[in-house]
């Protein structure tokens, strides 16, 4: 598994360092999450209760040049993004250039890139794997349980979002992302009793998520790096995927959640600490898996243009 992530790495570092990007950041978060197995055969639902460990490398371009790609701007727009940010160097043109960084604390604007994360756990609890059938139809069916299943999650794709002050000098401002990306969930566990049955359960599945989500943040200056953020949005392709599926309460369609923080900025690195709530949902093979409870995460942020 981990050569597989080493070379990953290699490729992140080695596009930050060939196309100047001006902003990478690790992300290493504790969530709790569950699946829920939808079958039209099976009249109770399989549930996987799991806790993940993921990790998460963004890279950003904050200049403007990859969002005019990706917004198929064309090189007319990275022509004028240049010559407005030569102009602003050189004093030639009054304010500031509106794309770039102010302060590692004070961004406003937009960033477009890629993403990568991966990550591992272990089921918490028992699993009712019901109403699974065996292999001789004239037995009717089975029950299994199991304990112990490893989880595996793995995704990557890109990035759009952005950020800005609601009112100047407040510390509240707004946020959105939109991200379009592909990603593989494995679940592999004993099962007992084992007769007649096979000894483990090992599926492998992939998904395709758009989620879109936009909120609100509140980080004066006087509270030294501490701040909060409360965020809401959707998972298109799971909206898509699930329409008309019965669920357990109407804010199950969407995803939310929110965040508590402290950032410390120094000029090449933000170093950051974050607990919150989140909810959000995707479709997995077969599956709905949910994200939902308390999360914990670790970041740094490398600011690339202020080497």
């Known amino acids: 598994m981990f050569p597989g992530h080493f070379r990953v790495l290699f490729v992140i570092l080695f596009t930050v360092v060939s196309s100047a990007c001006s902003h990478l950041s690790y992300q290493r978060a504790e969530v709790s999450g569950s699946t829920i197995e939808y079958s039209d055969f099976e009249p109770t639902?399989?549930?996987?209760?799991?806790?993940?460990?993921?990790?998460?490398?963004?890279?950003?371009?904050?200049?403007?040049?990859?969002?005019?790609?990706?917004?198929?701007?064309?090189?007319?727009?990275?022509?004028?993004?240049?010559?407005?940010?030569?102009?602003?160097?050189?004093?030639?043109?009054?304010?500031?250039?509106?794309?770039?960084?102010?302060?590692?604390?004070?961004?406003?604007?937009?960033?477009?890139?890629?993403?990568?994360?991966?990550?591992?756990?272990?089921?918490?609890?028992?699993?009712?794997?019901?109403?699974?059938?065996?292999?001789?139809?004239?037995?009717?069916?089975?029950?299994?349980?199991?304990?112990?299943?490893?989880?595996?999650?793995?995704?990557?794709?890109?990035?759009?979002?952005?950020?800005?002050?609601?009112?100047?000098?407040?510390?509240?401002?707004?946020?959105?992302?939109?991200?379009?990306?592909?990603?593989?969930?494995?679940?592999?566990?004993?099962?007992?009793?084992?007769?007649?049955a096979p000894e483990r359960i090992d599926e492998k599945n992939g998904y395709f998520v758009i989620p879109i989500a936009t909120g609100i943040t509140f980080n004066p200056w006087y509270l030294f790096g501490l701040g909060i953020t409360l965020w809401g949005g959707v998972d298109g392709a799971s909206a898509l995927a699930n329409y008309g599926e019965e669920k357990e309460s109407f804010l199950d369609n969407f995803d939310y959640g929110a965040q508590a923080g402290w950032r410390w900025n120094f000029t090449y690195v933000t170093p950051s600490l974050q607990v919150g709530w989140r909810h959000n949902r995707f479709y997995w093979g077969g599956r709905t898996a949910t994200h939902r409870g308390w999360e914990a995460m670790v970041g740094v942020d490398v600011h690339f243009d202020q080497f």
């Open 45 to 196: 639902e399989p549930r996987h209760e799991y806790n993940l460990v993921l990790n998460e490398i963004n890279l950003y371009d904050r200049s403007g040049a990859f969002c005019a790609g990706m917004l198929e701007a064309g090189d007319r727009a990275s022509s004028r993004i240049a010559e407005e940010r030569e102009m602003a160097e050189e004093g030639r043109m009054r304010g500031e250039y509106s794309w770039r960084e102010r302060h590692a604390s004070e961004y406003a604007g937009i960033e477009c890139g890629g993403f990568f994360r991966w990550g591992s756990g272990v089921d918490t609890g028992l699993t009712d794997y019901s109403q699974v059938q065996p292999p001789y139809d004239n037995r009717g069916y089975g029950l299994f349980t199991h304990t112990g299943a490893d989880h595996t999650l793995t995704e990557g794709g890109l990035h759009i979002g952005g950020r800005g002050p609601i009112i100047e000098g407040s510390g509240l401002g707004w946020l959105f992302s939109f991200r379009l990306s592909l990603g593989s969930m494995t679940l592999s566990a004993p099962i007992a009793p084992a007769s007649p």
